[in-house]
């Protein structure tokens, strides 16, 4: 039973039962045949042999007929004359004076209507199976041959020996034709290498099964960039825990330090302003800092999936004024360019910090007195929006590298000031905003100079009532 468990088992099962019960099918229907047109050749015979004798007695009386037919050579043959009301005249097995009437026998009846028949009945008289021929005289009497015949159970029962071998030889042959075609039918199954690419592990492969192993192969290249890309975000996630944990310890350290000094009245009364602003300014880098991780946190969960119909305009607008203080600090005019009729589809406030950081970045990285221009447009159905300024830029070889998390370009080529960097993750968040917007951003030299950093998002309708 172990082995019906397995397709080849199974297989191999069904085509041997199928093989031995079409070979034995054939092998009956054959000597079914051959006993069939045995019996017919048998019939013509008999029956060619009673009109022969009947010929030999027509026209003869009753007497005459019965010294003829005892002067026949009947070999095996049993003769049976009738009168035509039915009484035995001649039996050359029997004495005819102990036998009943044979008016209502079924031969005789036949005779009687259609002048000559045969009939495969069992003999009341010999208990057997007997073939009769019976042939009607012209004087109304019937003469009746009948020949004892083997049935074909009996037929059948006295070839068991050569019946026995013929199933036998049968069995073996069945076994083997099934076993060569089960290895046949099975091989290509086993050739079937999952582990090589594209055709190359379907090119011996059934037509049938070809759908599938395409499938399994997709399936398993799915599998194999997915366990890449979760080890791609192991490594990522373990870089960036690691570069937190570093952006957080040097502001840790300042505040730590400083307030150490404060505590044991190692600061002069005049210096103390000035190590409370520093220690303010590390705790606000600090607060940034979190709170930028924990946007790219929600994003990478995908955690906002809110959609509502964003004016894009109006967010710059509401970005342009709450930086107003800070470019207005470094002599930085921003200049707005709004379409009012451009809308998107997506989260207010991930599209506000997508656009606050370009221009928070606009004014940062710029030179004093410079500019900030602020761009919306509808270009063949998508929304853009194009921040920039007349800074140092972007160098090319480093843009596609400014998007990675804790990134920054050399701050000496890009303020003018010398400040500290920001949290490095600004230009992250908004590269992960702009894909779960269904977006894209990019950077490249802008007409002013500096760097000009665009968005393209798909474009959304006012719903008009």
Known sequence: MRGLRTL????????????????????????????????????????????TCAHEIEGKSASEACRTLEEMPFVNTRCTLVAEDGTVLYDNFADPASMDNHSEREEIVTARESGRVTVMRRSQTLGSDTLYAAVQLDSGMILRLAETRASLASFLGSMSTQLAVSLFAIIVISFLVARLLTRMIVRPLREIDLKSEGEESIAGAYEELRPLLRRIDAQRRELEDKNAELERAVVQRREFTGNVSHEMKSPLQVISGYAELMENGMVAPEDVPRFANLIHRESDSMRALIDDVLVLSRLDERADETRDMVSLSQACQRVANRLEAAAQEKGIAIRLELDEEVIVLGSEPLVEQMVYNLVDNAIKYNQRGGVACVAVANLDGNAVLTVDD????????????????????????????????????????????????????????????????????????????
């Open 390 to 465: 007349d800074g140092p830029g972007v160098p090319e070889d480093l843009r596609d590298r400014v998007f990675e998390r804790f990134y920054r370009v050399d701050t000496s080529r890009t303020r003018a000031d010398g400040e500290s960097g920001g949290t490095g993750l600004g230009l992250a968040i908004v590269k992960h905003a702009a894909g779960t917007l269904g977006g894209m951003v990019s950077v490249e030299e802008s007409p002013l100079g500096g760097a000009r950093f665009k968005i393209v998002l798909p474009a959304s309708q006012m719903d008009s009532n």
């Open 8 to 51: 080849q088992g199974r297989v191999f099962a069904v085509l041997f039962a199928l093989s031995l019960v079409v070979v034995l099918a054939v092998t009956v229907a054959i000597t079914s045949a051959s006993f069939s047109s045995y019996e017919s050749e048998a019939e013509e015979l008999l029956l060619s042999q009673t009109s």
